[in-house]
């Protein structure tokens, strides 16, 4: 095989026996490093550990992966075990942080860990798993990082150096296999120059047609159409039915291969796939989360086989998820940040833009931005197409469960691991102090709510070692005896709550049981007195509360109700939902592995995860008939 000049780089150094960082621009052919040491390692007779950020994307990996090298493959994401004692295992990073800080002896056979898209180590919400994974990562391995492009890779690789004392070495490559060339609709008119988008007091609305039609004359076809909402998505593609994208072989092609999909997946009664069926038909699709994820890969089928030319989707469609098209299109280049909207990271542009341009298809990518000259003036759009991308930044914030790993193994001196942190590492004095003294407070707060007595554990502190995210109430549950006590929907329901994130303002819409309604107060008094105690030693973000909202969808689901029906129970999107459920079986899985609870809880969890684990929400099922 040839390589390009960065890849072959890359694989000289690994080769060679060392840990590396890529920072290379989305398409760029990063996965052939990591195709590179996975076939090296099956020859040598050694491990490969896979990491990627999602699900979606661990399970496309497996698929890949395994049509390449069959049976060495196996995959563990929580909600997924194929295969798990496999030479090369593909896993999400929070598994794999797990693995280091619970059993790190089960990772001896591995020599090498491949961490997927590593630049999600400053994602606020989870990033931290990315630290605590490089931080203790077993000084047997070797890791090779992939990345979009990142500034600051010499100082990343240089942090890396520093706790594992081992060269890391940096390969960049700046320049894209397919160059983009961009342009703007403004005013309802496309233009290509930035200079010719101007400040105009009453604004010609942009239309969608417009844009489409000139990306016809133009050949702009096949194109992604990002938006930042599932609704928008949807309205925009049913917007464009006036359009038929395809001549009759193709449209052919596309109901029987829709069809036969269906089938495949138990789609054909499904509403959702009823109500897209006319927009596939014409080679039209939208893709999001609150998807069945089961219809989101039939989706992805069909993109991939170039049957539909313009797909409008959410940016999860731009992590590594293999869909080039010919064009990229921004709905906006604006988009919601944890708490507020603001204007897009370079980085997080590139992302989304570096899917235009398919690599040996196109001389050149295309990139449409639609702006609102009243929201966006153009030395922002200037700034966010041709500024320097974001620099990696460290968001540690250190869960309970993993400070409970760390006292058992290092004691009080558990507090000498925060300066080998890239927090650390990158900080001013003062940021260092508040990150020392947010895990001394946690530590205060464990010791004080007896999670650790007299230098060591107790049980509640065993047993919420392995509850990761949702320590404190799912342990006090543990403690005062109530998960001993509920049947398998209490336990489902439980797992359900604790897992659930409510949007802004969303009620439960259907009445709770008498037991769920016992359950949900009882939680909000041991809530109420965790977020007290928070509080009181300054701990933030505060523990989640549990939120009850799909607790008589749950029950339903365990009195195997059928899902369409367990749908009226909630307004929570049918995907987002099925991803909840997955969820509850993963935290059911960590109390069963918890090795203090009883044998009597073991057995009703594991009846309750059988129960829940059928039909749509059985991701196992959905990857082995894929």
């Given at each position: 095989m040839i390589y390009d000049r960065f890849q072959q780089e890359a694989i000289d150094y690994i080769n060679q026996g060392y840990s590396v960082i890529v920072s290379a621009p989305t398409g760029a052919g990063k996965t052939a490093i990591a195709e590179h040491v996975i076939t090296t390692s099956i020859q040598n007779k050694i491990g490969v550990i896979y990491t990627a950020p999602i699900k979606a994307l661990s399970n496309q990996k497996f698929r890949d992966f395994q049509s390449q090298f069959g049976e060495s493959i196996g995959i563990l994401t929580g909600d997924v075990s194929i295969n798990p004692f496999a030479p090369i295992l593909i896993m999400t990073t929070e598994i794999f942080r797990n693995k280091v800080l619970d059993e790190p002896q089960s990772l001896e056979r591995y020599s090498w860990i491949i961490f997927d898209e590593i630049h999600y180590i400053d994602n606020p919400e989870r990033g931290t798993v990315w630290e605590e994974s490089i931080i203790f990562l077993p000084k047997h391995m070797n890791l090779v990082g992939l990345s979009a492009t990142i500034p600051n890779i010499k100082q990343f690789a240089s942090w890396i150096e520093s706790v594992h004392n081992k060269p890391v070495k940096t390969v960049v490559e700046e320049k894209r296999p397919v160059p983009l060339h961009f342009f703007f609709q403004c005013q309802n008119e496309v233009v290509d120059k930035i200079e010719r988008l101007k400040r105009i007091r009453f604004a010609k609305p942009n239309r969608l047609n417009a844009l489409i039609n000139y990306l016809r004359q133009k050949d702009g076809l096949p194109?992604?159409?990002?938006?930042?909402?599932?609704?928008?998505?949807?309205?925009?593609?049913?917007?464009?039915?006036?359009?038929?994208?395809?001549?009759?072989?193709?449209?052919?092609?596309?109901?029987?291969?829709?069809?036969?999909?269906?089938?495949?997946?138990?789609?054909?009664?499904?509403?959702?796939?009823?109500?897209?069926?006319?927009?596939?038909?014409?080679?039209?699709?939208?893709?999001?989360?609150?998807?069945?994820?089961?219809?989101?890969?039939?989706?992805?089928?069909?993109?991939?086989?170039r049957l539909i030319k313009v797909i409008f989707t959410t940016e999860t469609f731009a992590l590594g998820i293999n869909m080039p098209s010919r064009s990229v299109i921004f709905d906006e280049l604006r988009k919601f940040?944890?708490?507020?909207?603001?204007?897009?990271?370079?980085?997080?542009?590139?992302?989304?833009a570096g899917r235009a341009g398919r690599r040996g298809i196109d001389k050149e990518g295309f990139v449409y931005c639609r702006i609102n000259p009243h929201k966006l003036n153009p030395q922002e759009v200037t700034r966010i197409i041709f500024g320097k991308p974001e620099e990696v930044r460290s968001q540690l914030n250190n869960s309970y469960a993993t400070i409970l790993n760390l006292y058992e193994k290092h004691k009080e001196e558990l507090f000498k691991i925060y300066p080998l942190s890239l927090h650390?590492?990158?900080?001013?004095?003062?940021?260092?102090?508040?990150?020392l003294r947010l895990i001394e407070s946690k530590l205060k707060l464990l010791k004080e709510m007896d999670y650790i007595y007299d230098g060591a554990l107790t049980q509640k502190g065993q047993f919420a070692k392995t509850v990761y995210g949702y320590e404190?109430?799912?342990?006090?549950?543990?403690?005062?005896?109530?998960?001993e006590q509920l049947d398998e929907f209490g336990l489902g329901v439980i797992a359900?709550?604790?897992?659930?994130?409510?949007?802004?303002?969303?009620?439960?819409?259907?009445?709770?049981?008498?037991?769920?309604?016992?359950?949900?107060?009882?939680?909000?008094?041991?809530?109420?007195?965790?977020?007290h105690k928070e509080q009181r030693y300054r701990i933030y973000p505060f523990s989640k509360a549990p939120s009850f909202h799909l607790a008589t969808g749950m029950e339903g689901w365990l009195r195997g109700t059928n899902f369409d029906k367990i749908l009226q129970f909630t307004d929570t999107?049918?995907?987002?939902?099925?991803?909840?459920?997955?969820?509850?079986?993963?935290?059911?899985?960590?109390?069963?592995?918890?090795?203090?609870?009883?044998?009597?809880?073991?057995e009703k969890i594991k009846e309750t995860i059988r129960v829940i684990n059928r039909d749509i929400i059985d991701a196992e099922k959905q990857l082995r008939e894929g």
């Open positions: 194109a992604i159409y990002f938006v930042f909402g599932r609704r928008r998505a949807e309205d925009l593609a049913f917007e464009l039915m006036a359009f038929n994208f395809l001549n009759n072989k193709e449209r052919s092609e596309i109901i029987s291969m829709y069809n036969s999909l269906c089938e495949r997946f138990d789609l054909t009664r499904e509403k959702t796939g009823i109500n897209i069926f006319p927009l596939i038909q014409r080679g039209i699709a939208y893709h999001h989360a609150g998807m069945l994820p089961t219809l989101k890969e039939v989706i992805e089928r069909l993109f991939t086989s940040y944890g708490r507020y909207v603001r204007n897009l990271k370079t980085r997080d542009f590139y992302q989304m650390y590492y990158q900080s001013r004095k003062n940021e260092q102090k508040e990150a404190l109430i799912l342990s006090e549950l543990y403690e005062q005896n109530i998960l359900a709550a604790v897992v659930f994130e409510p949007r802004k303002n969303q009620r439960i819409i259907s009445g709770l049981s008498k037991n769920s309604r016992a359950l949900k107060r009882t939680c909000e008094e041991i809530y109420e007195g965790i977020r999107d049918e995907g987002e939902v099925v991803r909840y459920f997955r969820m509850s079986v993963q935290v059911l899985r960590e109390i069963n592995d918890a090795k203090v609870s009883s044998y009597i809880l073991k």
